[in-house]
């Protein structure tokens, strides 16, 4: 009768080395107490998601409070679904936020004593360990075809009995060792099969670092652990990759929560601690026609990617305090008490975690946006703007570089003081907002009737545009171009307070605050502008008058 070990030498005749040399050479890390090795491990298969980042985040997060180490791995096992140059454009968009791993994969180069840190370069790591768990009589060749497959899926849903490749319904399990080897000399193709002990009427008992303890029903599959095409399972290649990694904390989807009780065989199959879990949630969205709560979606919601908030310009900072929020319920209270402390000093909690899906929110990220980009001063927001728009608008570029000291006095007004003004929430709202500054752009904008209030007569507009014009001064400060203001508007009919015009308006064309907004439309050709005496200023004279007389050309 042949032994396990003369079927792993068959299977594996090249494979030397053993699971001894392995520990060997991977030794255990040298870290100070508490220090946590965490990792980010994302298939090549296309964009950055969101939840992806958000699942890179924590992990270096708990790496950095730590004093750990946070690594980049590649899971490019499935080959049929990897998108070729993807790995690199992820390691990219990720130090975007700055999240740059100390080691592992970086796209055209590796680094690091623990790797490779590309699964499809560990085949033969991979295949050590296994022929160690066909030593042991763990593992075994298994010869089912496809349709042998698809034929015992049609009789477990005939019995109602779980599906699966388990207990009695595992043929392959049940060949001797003699049988098997037969089976391979024939030349019969096969996978390798991880052979479990576990019964799924049993519970084991498994801690998640969010959630606590957990209830699950112990593992009985026999799960494919090495692929015909010689390449190992997520399942199989996690236990691996994290045990010889070092790794101590997997933080992952929560989607991965009912494949514990595989993983934990597995460690235990090899004598192999396993690392603490923490299973993140997962973010939702509420469907805009169900209303309901539903994983945010590669095809539905274009939040889905991250290259959505970086092509709209959402500032960074931004983008992560706005994750952390979603991680962590007391993340916001920290914020308002340490407004200008670096995140560095806000530890992340598992306890503080929320255990429903996370739900997406927009128009929150956009409140959270606006107050990171008000408190820029203007030469960050002037970088960081010209940075975004070099590689997502070109217009934009035009508009700073034509006059970048210009572009600065613009977006500072009511920039760099204590209560700073929240105008921009992405930095594809600033040209919008700003563009009437250029002559071109105010000429264009005149195509279209200009938006005064409706209910001011022509005849008071014109006569108003007239004697500002006519009495321009621009060589005062702000109060005193105010009162100027409110007594030009007293002249043509509009009230000096708000509550005189409320109490009698048929006696009044409106009050001042109208007649300064029938010159900001007439300067800015919107009703909503920035601050129109640091626009007037900005502007100068000349300008100022020129189009006071293009708006009165275009009043019939
Ligand atoms: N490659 C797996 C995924 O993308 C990784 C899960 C894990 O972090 O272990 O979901």
Redesign the pocket.
Known sequence: MATNKELADLIFPDIKETVKDLEKRFPPRKLKPGAEVTRF???PTGFLHTGSLFTALIAYKFARQTDGIYFFRL?DTDQKREIKGTGLDLVNQLANFDIISSEGYFGDYEKGEYGPYTQSKRADIYKIVIKELIKKGRAYPCFCTKEDLEQLRLVQEANKVIPGYYGEYAKCRHYSVDEAIELIKSGKPYVIRFKSKGNHLNHIRVHDEIRGDMDLSQNDQDIVILKSDGLPT?HFA?LVDDHFMGTTL?T??EE?ISSLPIHIELFESMGFKPPKYAHLPVIMVNDKETGNKRKLSKRKDKEAAVSFFLEEGYPKLGIIEYLYTIANSNFEAWLMENPNTSLDEFKLDFNKFSLDGALFDLPKLAFISKEVLSHLNKDEFTAQCLAWAKQYSPETTKFIENDIDRFKKIINIEREQEKPRKDYEKFSDVLPKIRFFDKDAYDQALNQPLPYNEFISKEVIKALLIEYRDHLNLDCDEQTWFNDMKALGKKHGFADDRKVYKKDPQSYNGWYADCIAIIRVTICASTNAPKLYDVLQILGKEEIIRRVNLALSKIQ
């Open positions: 491990a994302p298939s899971e997520y996690h997997v992952r989807g991965w």
